[in-house]
């Protein structure tokens, strides 16, 4: 027979449980004041207009099992003005400090090659060129081609992997203060992601798949303004559920890239 001080524990078993798992999706809450700014799920053709692209010839939008996403689908012909990514997508018109976004991220492909044709052709794919960088970035306080910041997401860490990066009239250093050995992107699999942006304390967090606990942070993060944006550095990769909080967003017609 259970203990009777037992019994009330037990009882409120399921609701904690319940509570946790809950938790554990909706991951950290938002700070007092953050509304919802931005939102976007590819439903319309039209979405792609958000945004302004260094090619926007290697984007568009597809449909996967009658899902719209909004897809890098191969290489953007364009030449960075200091060593950094070509593949970039920013949401045109909005400037953000402060934010949180929450996205859903397939990564597609090693370079051109989609990631299911990759593994059938490299039995050990670790042993194969770009599979340890297979990446998606996510780029925040983007004040110009110049003078940005990005988080690249790699399957395996190194100096030029899966770090904070910064880029300030110079090649891409990166500035991170913390962060695992890389992940494990899958095949054919979404990854949600998290980005909390905190000014006042310099900071910047990334959160992937489990929203408790950040795999990426870096400290001492310039730029406090900027346009946010996704992409790679030489991979494919698919965009969807983009939802940016922030106390404000401000608005600007500023543009970049244009052909």
């Known amino acids: 027979m259970l203990p009777s001080t037992l019994k009330p524990f037990l009882a409120s078993l399921p609701l904690l449980i319940s509570s946790a798992l809950l938790l ?26 958000d945004f302004m692209m260094t090619d926007p010839s290697a984007w568009g939008i597809v449909k996967s099992d009658g899902n719209a996403v909004l897809a890098l689908q191969g290489a953007s012909k364009y030449e960075p003005p200091h060593r950094s990514p070509l593949n970039i ?64 997401i790699a399957k395996t860490g190194d100096n030029n992997a899966h770090n904070v990066f910064v880029v300030n009239e110079s090649p891409r250093t990166p500035i991170t203060d913390f962060r695992t050995v890389g992940v494990d992107w899958g095949v054919e699999e979404w990854r949600k992601i998290r980005i909390v942006r905190d000014t006042k304390k310099g900071t ?32 494919i990769g698919w965009v969807d559920n983009i939802k940016i909080w922030a106390p404000e967003a401000t608005k600007t017609s500023k543009a970049f890239f244009k052909k």
């Open 24 to 49: 554990a999706e909706k991951g950290p809450e938002l700070p007092e004041g953050y509304t919802l700014q931005y939102e976007q799920s590819f439903h319309s053709k039209s979405s792609i207009k």
């Open 89 to 152: 997508a920013l949401i045109k018109g909005k400037i953000f400090g402060d934010f949180v976004m929450d996205v859903d991220i397939q990564q597609t492909g090693v370079k051109g090659t989609p990631i299911k044709e990759f593994m059938e052709k490299n039995p050990d794919p670790t042993k194969a060129g770009g599979y340890n960088h297979r990446d998606h970035c996510f780029f925040f306080g983007f004040e110009d081609p110049s003078h940005f910041m990005y988080i690249h």
């Open 204 to 235: 910047v967090a990334l959160y992937f798949d489990d929203m408790l606990t950040p795999i990426m942070i870096a400290d001492d993060v310039p730029f406090e303004k900027g346009f946010i944006g996704f992409g790679s550095f030489d991979d």
